[in-house]
């Protein structure tokens, strides 16, 4: 195997060389206290597959990715998915909620500018944390369903290309916020508390380019060569809903009112497939074709349209 690491060297070597690793290995599910263990052990203990694990390590260490073909070839996917998933996780939950508080601390509310920036912040954080979800509840339910053989009619393309945060956006976001606060808070005596905020924010920007570019590179080649091996799913009458013979244009089927009826009861697309044993994708096209009818898009407008038109009690609603 190419790189720079292989499975017989020390795990202990990986980490010495890159402080980067520590993240890296907590988000495959690998702990410290592995000892003198090489990389294939440790990864055997933790249940991980090990040429998935060095691959994303070789990965972050050759920056110009001359065997990326070979890389992809090596990759098991829903070990890089669950790696992905934790970086979320991490981002998230962690990392970037603890640089809120650190910023807290280091300037003075009382200033219109220091408001400015948590407020700068935390747009940032709710960017990143929608970008993220919307690849965990989007995206990842998309590889998987590839995984088992099956493709539907959007690509990896159309889905990320659907949604407003892009990768350059969101990094833009933090570059700007970094600048407003080199050039415009005035450093008093917790400047020492500040520049280590900033530290912070380089230190994550670096993780999360870094996070970016392997799913746009090594995550994104991996799900195209999925899609050209699955066999493109042809819709059926069950799995793209058309209108019933006689039925208005704009007139409700019955499927569509029934989907109405468990968004205003609180189920999840996820959940609805289930209880209606369709898919999901097919549950988001009758959300779409609903909000095509009725001009109504959020569950809370549908909601008080199932209430109002008897498709469900006030009792039934999740509140």
Same mark, same amino acid.
């Given at each position: 195997?190419?790189?720079?690491?292989?499975?017989?060297?020390?795990?202990?070597?990986?980490?010495?060389?890159d402080y980067r690793?520590?993240? @890296?290995?907590?988000?495959?599910?690998?702990?410290?206290?592995?000892?003198?263990?090489?990389?294939?052990?440790?990864?055997?203990?933790?249940?991980?597959?090990?040429?998935?694990?060095?691959?994303?390590?070789?990965? !972050?260490?050759?920056?110009? /990715?001359? +065997?990326?073909?070979? @890389?992809?070839?090596?990759?098991?996917?829903?070990? $890089?998915?669950?790696?992905?998933?934790?970086? +979320?996780?991490?981002?998230?939950?962690?990392?970037?909620?603890?640089? #809120?508080?650190?910023? $807290?601390?280091?300037?003075?509310?009382?200033?219109?500018?220091?408001?400015?920036?948590?407020?700068?912040?935390? *747009?940032?954080?709710?960017?990143?944390? #929608? +970008?993220?979800?919307?690849?965990?509840? +989007?995206? /990842?339910?998309?590889?998987?369903? $590839?995984?088992?053989?099956?493709?539907?009619?959007?690509s990896l393309a159309?889905?990320?290309?659907?949604?407003?945060?892009?990768?350059?956006?969101?990094?833009?976001? !933090?570059?700007?916020?970094?600048?407003?606060?080199?050039?415009?808070?005035?450093?008093?005596?917790?400047?020492?508390?500040?520049?280590?905020?900033?530290?912070?924010?380089?230190?994550?920007?670096?993780?999360?380019?870094?996070?970016?570019? @392997?799913?746009?590179?090594?995550?994104?080649?991996?799900?195209?060569?999925?899609?050209?091996?699955?066999?493109?799913?042809?819709?059926?009458?069950?799995?793209?809903?058309?209108?019933?013979? &006689?039925?208005?244009?704009?007139? =409700?089927?019955?499927?569509?009112?029934?989907?109405?009826? !468990?968004?205003?009861? &609180?189920?999840?697309?996820? *959940?609805i497939a289930e209880?209606?044993?369709?898919?999901?994708?097919?549950?988001?096209?009758?959300?779409?074709?609903?909000?095509?009818? =009725?001009?109504?898009?959020?569950?809370?407008?549908?909601?008080?349209?199932?209430?109002?038109? &008897?498709?469900?009690?006030?009792?039934?609603?999740?509140?």
């Amino acid at each position: 195997m190419s790189g720079r690491y292989h499975e017989t060297d020390p795990m202990s070597d990986v980490i010495s060389d890159d402080y980067r690793m520590l993240q @890296m290995i907590c988000r495959f599910g690998i702990t410290l206290g592995f000892g003198d263990q090489t990389v294939a052990e440790t990864c055997k203990a933790a249940n991980v597959d090990a040429t998935t694990f060095l691959t994303v390590v070789n990965f !972050l260490q050759d920056t110009n /990715h001359a +065997h990326i073909n070979e @890389m992809v070839e090596r990759i098991d996917m829903p070990t $890089l998915l669950l790696y992905l998933r934790n970086s +979320h996780t991490y981002f998230i939950d962690y990392r970037l909620p603890a640089i #809120r508080r650190k910023l $807290l601390q280091a300037i003075d509310m009382r200033s219109q500018i220091a408001v400015l920036i948590l407020k700068f912040y935390d *747009e940032y954080m709710a960017e990143v944390t #929608r +970008h993220m979800q919307y690849e965990n509840t +989007h995206v /990842h339910p998309y590889v998987e369903q $590839l995984l088992q053989g099956r493709r539907g009619p959007q690509s990896l393309a159309q889905l990320t290309s659907e949604h407003e945060g892009s990768h350059s956006s969101i990094d833009r976001s !933090l570059t700007e916020l970094k600048n407003i606060i080199i050039k415009y808070y005035p450093s008093d005596q917790n400047a020492a508390l500040l520049g280590d905020v900033l530290m912070d924010i380089y230190m994550v920007e670096e993780d999360f380019l870094n996070h970016c570019h @392997m799913e746009d590179t090594l995550f994104s080649q991996c799900v195209r060569r999925l899609e050209e091996e699955a066999p493109l799913n042809v819709p059926t009458r069950e799995e793209e809903p058309l209108p019933a013979k &006689g039925e208005q244009e704009g007139a =409700l089927s019955e499927r569509e009112r029934e989907v109405i009826r !468990l968004v205003a009861m &609180g189920l999840s697309n996820k *959940e609805i497939a289930e209880r209606m044993f369709i898919s999901v994708n097919t549950v988001m096209t009758h959300r779409r074709n609903i909000s095509r009818k =009725l001009d109504i898009h959020a569950a809370a407008g549908l909601t008080i349209y199932a209430i109002v038109n &008897g498709i469900i009690s006030v009792e039934d609603v999740k509140l």
